[in-house]
């Protein structure tokens, strides 16, 4: 599957919620991660920002594409994190 | 087709891109944007963001799906734009 993760999540854990999304997905933009993960992959990357995010105060959105084959990215301006070509 | 737009832009031009953006799409999160839109229709939002930013410092990401009938979305934490419902 293909994930799209976007987090706005306060300054105080910024910091925390990028590196573990690193871990698994490949920085995009600012807040914006993306990449192919398994089931079992994206179950732990949850699990593990569920504990870095206060629920009241922050959002992570996660899109998750089980085929890629209907979509596009297009960038408009800066191409600012790796590239990692949908089609 | 279902667009999501997420920018990452200057602070000085960050209203001109939300405004503009929410002509065209729902805000569901700081720098975020998603909406069903014609094709004639994200032809004009594209042609009005790029007169809005400036591309050599701003990057703003459109991701396209010609259906979401393969997509999902989960959310952690607040929901904080308007809903609306892929799945």
Chains 1, 2 share one sequence.
Not at 16 to 33: E, F, M
Not at 51 to 63: A, N, T
């Amino acid at each position: 599957m293909f994930v799209i993760m976007v987090y706005d999540v306060n300054q105080s854990r910024v910091t925390k919620v990028l590196n573990t999304a690193r871990k698994y997905l490949n920085w995009v933009q600012n807040s914006v991660l993306e990449g192919e993960l398994t089931d079992a992959k994206y179950e732990k990357l949850k699990a593990e920002v569920t504990k870095k995010i206060k629920p009241e105060e922050d959002s992570v959105i996660f899109y998750i594409l089980r085929t890629t084959r209907y979509t596009e990215r297009e960038i408009m301006g800066v191409k600012k994190g790796g590239h990692q070509t949908i089609i």
